[in-house]
């Protein structure tokens, strides 16, 4: 499976993005897909993730603000971004999660980069 993450750009304080995550196969065997973060000189953190049971998780930060959500048909992952914050700042990486018997495969996507800025 291959991700291919897109949607970033440039957003004033405030704003909104959509973040999409498409997959080049079937997300049905993906147990859990989601979005982490990376900002200059921090450590890759979770944003938000969807199980495959319609689950999610997000961190206390974007809680209120940002949704996941998942589109099995179109193999695609959203992550929609709203009221935007300047500490929103970061590379987004999609992830996604297949889970073995004993194990489990992760996979990544190429970051999109997400600046908040007046």
């Known amino acids: 499976v291959q991700l291919q993450a897109s949607g970033g750009g440039l957003v004033q304080p405030g704003g909104s993005l959509r973040l999409s995550c498409a997959a080049s196969?079937?997300?049905?065997?993906?147990?859990?897909m989601g979005w982490y973060r990376q900002a200059p000189g921090k450590q890759r953190e979770l944003v938000a993730a969807?199980?495959?049971?319609?689950?999610?998780n997000y961190a206390d930060s974007v809680k209120g603000r940002f949704t996941i959500s998942r589109d099995n048909g179109e193999n695609t992952v959203y992550l929609q971004m709203n009221s935007l914050k300047p500490e929103d700042t970061a590379v987004y990486y999609c992830?996604?999660?297949?889970?073995?018997?004993?194990?489990?495969?992760?996979?990544w996507g190429q970051g999109t980069q997400v600046t908040v800025s007046s």
């Open positions: 992830h996604a999660v297949r889970l073995l018997r004993n194990g489990q495969i992760d996979y």
């Open positions: 969807i199980i495959s049971g319609g689950s999610t």
């Open positions: 196969g079937s997300i049905f065997s993906l147990n859990v």
